[in-house]
């Protein structure tokens, strides 16, 4: 069972356009969902991340809108620019006595055309 | 701070060959973590650990095992190699749990033929 599922699985937005990727968890113990872009050849750098008890987080053109009742949070690109182009993962944190658990979604591609 | 390191950078096994992956940070992080990425399926969670002598499986364990002796270093073992093992392999450190996330390293492209 897939424990976070991330949509769409690939994205081409327009310079300028906002850029929106949907998660959606099943267990409910996860205590903290970052956001992770990936360029190719590269390892995956944290962008942004939020606590369950906070709605919306905003950092620069990127924020974070979360719904606990839901168990859906999203990242929304302002003013997406071709840099943006890359892959993005949402994630959940589980923590235990061995540490913490970070489980991904499978990625959206993002594209943005110029 | 050279931040997390894997080695190698790419390696080809034949099936059924042993092998360790390396993986070393210098920024005194506590937590560490191992995940495969396939495309198509994201990165997955092999191990995890929060510090020397604990460790504890993830989503994807069969077939590797880790341990972690000191602060610094998570090695990744693949006990005997599949080409079902073939990915490109990330190890992650985080100083504690909280928004500052983990750092990933550049990670190992490993062909298993």
């Known amino acids: 069972q897939q424990q976070v599922k991330q949509s769409p699985q690939s994205l081409i937005v327009q310079k300028g356009g906002i850029s929106i990727i949907n998660c959606a968890y099943e267990?409910?113990?996860?205590?903290?969902f970052p956001w992770y872009q990936q360029f190719p050849g590269k390892g995956p750098a944290l962008l942004i991340a939020i606590r369950p008890d906070v709605s919306e987080k905003k950092e620069g053109r990127f924020t974070i809108s979360f719904n606990k009742s839901a168990k859906q949070f999203s990242l929304h690109i302002m003013d997406s620019q071709p840099g943006d182009s890359a892959t993005y993962f949402c994630?959940?944190?589980?923590?235990?006595?061995?540490?913490?658990?970070?489980?991904f979604g499978k990625g959206t591609t993002l594209s943005v055309s110029s | 701070n050279a931040g997390v390191t894997q080695t190698p950078k790419f390696q080809v096994l034949k099936t059924g060959q042993s092998m360790t992956l390396q993986c070393a940070q210098d920024?005194?992080?506590?937590?560490m973590s191992w995940y495969r990425q396939d495309p198509g399926m994201g990165l997955r969670l092999i191990h995890y650990?929060?510090?020397?002598?604990?460790?504890d499986q993830g989503e994807v364990p069969n077939g590797y095992n880790v341990s972690r002796s000191t602060t610094e270093d998570f090695p990744l073992r693949l006990l005997s190699a599949a080409p079902s093992q073939t990915s490109v392999y990330f190890c992650?450190?985080?100083?504690?749990?909280?928004?500052?996330?983990?750092?990933f390293g550049s990670g190992t492209r490993l062909t298993v033929v």
């Open positions: 992650a450190s985080s100083r504690r749990q909280g928004l500052h996330g983990y750092t």
């Open positions: 920024m005194n992080h506590e937590y």
């Open positions: 994630a959940a944190s589980l923590a235990n006595q061995a540490g913490t658990a970070l489980i």
């Open positions: 267990n409910t113990a996860f205590d903290y």
């Open positions: 650990s929060v510090g020397a002598g604990i460790t």
